[in-house]
């Protein structure tokens, strides 16, 4: 019903910088919270970033002071913009929307994104 579409991965040398972006398909969607995890093969998935829809916004220890993510309520898009980029941040990186739907908040995941960091 809701589809995420992730763009912005790809590769980077160590301390370069890329910029993910997550579009819902609808804009008429009441968004809570938007947010990115990521996943290494072999390892489980983390929380990298969150913010709801007040601006609040929370990081994992490593990569605050490198990542900001930040939202346009209006498109329900969110964006996480990775600076020093370090090869450890190599992952798939997924979007997810809080959103209400059906009577409840319901989370929507996107498909992924590939982040590769390396020289």
């Known amino acids: 019903q809701v589809q995420l579409v992730e763009s912005g991965g790809g590769l980077v040398q160590p301390g370069g910088s890329l910029r993910l972006s997550c579009a819902a398909s609808?804009?008429?969607?009441?968004?809570?919270?938007m947010g990115w995890y990521r996943q290494v093969p072999g390892k489980q998935r983390e929380s990298v970033a969150t913010?709801?829809?007040?601006?609040?916004?929370n990081y994992a220890d490593s990569v605050k002071g490198r990542f900001t993510i930040s939202r346009d309520n209006a498109k329900n898009t969110a964006y996480l913009q990775m600076n020093t980029l370090k090869p450890e941040d190599t992952a798939v990186y997924y979007c997810?929307?809080?959103?209400?739907?059906?009577?409840?908040?319901?989370?929507?995941w996107g498909q992924g994104t590939q982040v590769t960091v390396s020289s």
């Open positions: 609808r804009n008429d969607l009441m968004v809570r919270a």
């Open positions: 997810t929307v809080e959103a209400y739907s059906n009577s409840r908040f319901r989370e929507y």
């Open positions: 913010i709801t829809s007040g601006g609040t916004t």
